[in-house]
């Protein structure tokens, strides 16, 4: 589910597993110190792409909530001067910071995980392990920021890379780090229940970032990371560090205030 490199944040006997996986900066070390506390997940690997959610959804095909003509097909003109992909059109209308999940949210599967998405907020189009088209507006930032992370434990790993990470030392270095790990494996019975929450830390037209709630030990706690993305070529992107690391600030709390659940 959640994938990281180095934490940035927080020390103690919760990270240690983390910092036993080489520090690399993919989905593959932060997943393991989230198994370590509890038993979490990840979704669609290219070989699954139009597998369903809990809800049966099927992958959608691209879809507009816009009703706006504007050229760079921003549903309010909200977007910056970067053209939206072909097909992709969506609602940027809702520029406030989310403080309930999205209403027609679900779960998508593949293999042993699900990540929540929404025809409102994205992803619209599906294309193996390439999950894009999300809304130019923070809940757009959230959904990709599940979306694209949970991608990068698995086979077709590069291709997402290629496509939804922004270019740079960042991402040379990730390829570098995610090039010397096995990729997970797929197959299982898919469980929702590791994300527990977000929160929108910061946003902009131009970049947002996103600290994920999961689910952590048995004793009720939770773990927490955040992830930051960008706005670039008409569709939110992956922004690491330039070391690669994709998570930071990896902690432990103990409950879900000030985080926006999602619903079962």
């Not at 504007?70 to 909200?78: A, I, M, Q, S, V």
């Amino acid at each position: 589910m959640l994938n990281s490199g180095r934490a940035q944040g927080g020390s103690g006997e919760w990270e240690q597993p983390f910092w036993q996986q080489r520090g690399w900066v993919l989905s593959a070390g932060f997943l393991a110190v989230l198994l370590v506390l509890a038993v979490l997940f990840a979704v669609t690997g290219e070989d699954s792409e139009g597998s369903a959610g809990s809800s049966g959804d099927p992958s959608p095909a691209p879809t507009s909530t816009s009703d706006s003509g504007d050229g760079d097909g921003n549903g309010n003109g909200n977007g910056g001067s970067d053209a939206r992909p072909a097909g992709c059109r969506t609602d940027d209308s809702d520029q406030a910071k989310p403080t309930e999940a999205p209403r027609d949210f679900h779960w998508k599967a593949n293999g042993t995980g699900l990540v929540p998405v929404s025809k409102a907020a994205g992803p619209l189009k599906y294309d193996g392990p390439v999950w894009s088209c999300f809304s130019h507006t923070p809940l757009g930032a959230v959904m990709a920021a599940h979306s694209i992370t949970d991608h990068l434990s698995y086979d077709g790993w590069r291709k997402v890379v290629n496509k939804q990470v922004v270019p740079g030392a960042g991402r040379d270095a990730l390829i570098a780090s995610r090039s010397q790990e096995a990729d997970k494996s797929t197959t299982g019975s898919p469980d929702a229940g590791g994300y527990a929450g977000f929160t929108v830390l910061s946003y902009d037209e131009t970049q947002a970032t996103v600290m994920v709630l999961v689910r952590g030990m048995g004793d009720g706690g939770f773990g927490s990371a955040s992830v930051t993305v960008r706005w670039q070529d008409g569709d939110w992107k992956l922004a690491p560090d330039p070391d690669g690391t994709v998570y930071s600030g990896v902690s432990q709390v103990s409950g879900t205030d000030g985080f926006v659940t999602w619903e079962a």
